[in-house]
């Protein structure tokens, strides 16, 4: 379907009637990933702006417009990422990443899992968390982040062996 055919105002009322059906689904896919309110909301703000510009290009055949604007959203995080070089301390990580330890030795793997977390990149640990705790495929975790799978695979791999690097003798 060509947009630019299509009425501008038809157009607005389109995008106006997907960014309310999506706006929190995509917002809490970023805030899950960021531990700042404040932070989530610019990377939100910033991706609804770059598809609002870029409305004519959604091609609805291809994929869903909230998962086109998480596309847009995890680039515009990943930029953050590059821009401010972010050090995540692990009282920064939100209590909600991690489930509730009954034991003792819960709590052991929890700081074993944040000890090796922070020992990779913020894009790597994006890459990780989607496929060990969401349980995607390297597919689709390079759809949902607008990459190839190979290179998905790559960072995959870096990330693996710089975590094992961290574990030290443990593995």
């Given at each position: 379907?060509?947009?630019?055919?299509?009425?501008?105002?038809?157009?607005?009322?389109?995008?106006?009637?997907?960014?309310?059906?999506?706006?929190?689904?995509?917002?809490?896919?970023?805030?899950?990933?960021?531990?700042?309110?404040?932070?989530?909301?610019?990377v939100v703000a910033d991706a609804f702006l770059k598809a609002a510009r870029n409305f004519d290009s959604f091609d609805p055949s291809k994929s869903r417009f909230s998962t086109w604007v998480i596309a847009i959203a995890m680039n515009c995080m990943r930029d953050r990422w590059r821009r401010e070089r972010p050090q995540v301390a692990l009282e920064d990580v939100p209590e909600r990443l991690m489930s509730q330890p009954d034991t003792m030795e819960d709590f052991a793997n929890r700081d074993l899992v944040d000890r090796l977390l922070k020992a990779i990149e913020p894009e790597e640990r994006e890459i990780v968390l989607l496929r060990y705790r969401d349980g995607l495929r390297n597919v689709e975790i390079a759809e949902r982040l607008g990459m190839s799978a190979s290179t998905v695979s790559t960072k995959l791999f870096n990330a693996r062996t710089k975590m094992r690097e961290a574990a030290g003798p443990l593995f």
């Open positions: 379907m060509i947009r630019s055919a299509r009425p501008k105002a038809d157009r607005k009322r389109e995008f106006a009637e997907l960014y309310q059906e999506s706006y929190s689904l995509v917002y809490n896919h970023v805030r899950y990933r960021i531990a700042n309110d404040a932070a989530a909301e610019d």
